[in-house]
C-alpha cells in the first residue's frame, strides 16, 4: 500500500517535468498542488476583524475557564464566580455577533490561540487549591486584556460604530469582571 505522502511526492516531481518551464519550482508553483503543499499567506485582516476575532477568542477562553472553575473551584465563592464568567462572556459574544452582522464580511472566529489552549490545559489538569490560584492569575491577565482591547475600540475615532458601541456597553461587565478576579 502506497503512503499519501508518496502520491504527493510523485505529483510535485511530475509537476517539475512540464515541458516549457525553466525548472521544477516554477512548475510547482503553477500547478494545483501547490496550495496543498505551500498554501498562499491569508491577506490581512481588517481592524475590525481583528477586534472581533479577537474578542470572540477572549471570550470563548474566559468562558471555558468559567465553565472549569464551575466544576473545580474549591468554595463557593469560585463556582459563583466561574458561573458569571461563562453568562457574562456568552452574553458578551451574542452582543458582538449581532454588532458584527452590520458588516456581512465580518465573520466571527472564536479559536482559541495556542496560549490559551494551553492555559485551559493547565486548568484542566488543577486540583484543589492550586486550581483557584491558577484560575486567579490567568483571568486577571485575560480580563485585563479584553478590557484593553474594549477600551482601545471605543476609544478610537475609526471602525464601525456598531462595534464601538458594543464595546463600550461591554467594558463595565469587564471591569467588574476583573475586579472580582483580583478579589479571589
Not at 464601525?160 to 463600550?168: G, I, T, V, Y
Not at 467594558?171 to 469582571?177: D, H, K, Q
Amino acid at each position: 500500500m502506497k503512503s499519501p505522502f508518496a502520491a504527493v511526492a510523485a505529483l510535485v516531481l511530475v509537476a517539475g517535468c512540464t515541458p516549457g518551464t525553466e525548472n521544477a519550482t516554477e512548475a510547482a508553483n503553477d500547478s494545483p498542488i501547490a496550495n496543498i503543499i505551500a498554501p498562499r499567506p491569508e491577506p490581512s485582516k481588517s481592524p475590525d476583524q481583528t477586534f472581533v476575532d479577537s474578542v470572540a477568542s477572549l471570550n470563548a477562553y474566559i468562558a471555558g475557564a468559567g465553565s472549569l472553575a464551575e466544576q473545580k473551584g474549591t468554595s463557593a465563592r469560585v463556582k459563583a464566580f466561574g458561573k458569571k464568567l461563562m453568562l457574562d462572556r456568552t452574553q458578551s459574544t451574542m452582543k458582538l455577533k449581532l454588532a458584527a452582522a452590520t458588516q456581512p464580511d465580518l465573520l466571527i472566529d472564536a479559536s482559541l490561540d495556542d496560549e490559551q489552549n494551553d492555559n485551559i490545559a493547565t486548568l484542566q489538569k488543577a486540583n484543589g487549591a492550586a486550581f483557584d490560584t491558577a484560575l486567579k492569575a490567568q483571568m486577571v491577565v485575560a480580563l485585563t486584556k479584553l478590557e484593553a482591547l474594549l477600551k482601545e475600540r471605543y476609544l478610537a475615532n475609526e471602525g464601525d460604530p456598531e462595534l464601538k458601541s458594543f464595546a463600550s456597553y461591554g467594558a463595565p461587565p469587564v471591569r467588574a469582571n476583573l475586579a472580582a478576579a483580583k478579589a479571589l
